[in-house]
């Protein structure tokens, strides 16, 4: 399950900045001065620096209570399959 969380948060990440750098390519031409091309790259940048920093922390989070969290959802889906029975 960890492995498949952390693939899953990659994954957006790698999302956000094809994304990010689809958008500013494609509306590139639509700003009308340098000076805006650079505010709009400056922000786009930081967005795309403070996700990936964002979920990079959440990730090492993850590891330190891995066994927590995913302990729980082992322990009642086991229960949930003792009452199956």
Same mark, same amino acid.
């Given at each position: /399950?960890?492995?498949? !969380?952390? $693939?899953?948060?990659?994954?957006?990440?790698?999302?956000?900045?094809?994304?990010?750098?689809? %958008?500013?390519?494609?509306?590139? $031409?639509?700003?009308?001065? $340098?000076?805006?091309?650079? /505010? +709009?790259?400056?922000?786009?940048?930081? %967005? =795309? %620096? =403070?996700?990936? #920093?964002?979920? /990079? #922390?959440?990730?090492?989070?993850?590891?330190?209570?891995? !066994?927590?969290?995913?302990?729980? !959802?082992?322990?009642? +889906?086991?229960? #949930?399959?003792?009452?199956?029975?």
């Amino acid at each position: /399950m960890h492995k498949r !969380d952390v $693939s899953i948060a990659w994954a957006f990440v790698i999302g956000l900045w094809l994304a990010v750098i689809f %958008v500013a390519i494609a509306t590139w $031409s639509l700003a009308p001065t $340098s000076g805006a091309r650079a /505010m +709009l790259l400056i922000g786009g940048g930081a %967005v =795309l %620096v =403070l996700n990936t #920093a964002a979920i /990079m #922390a959440m990730l090492h989070h993850y590891r330190e209570d891995r !066994d927590f969290m995913y302990g729980l !959802d082992i322990k009642f +889906l086991d229960e #949930a399959r003792a009452a199956k029975r």
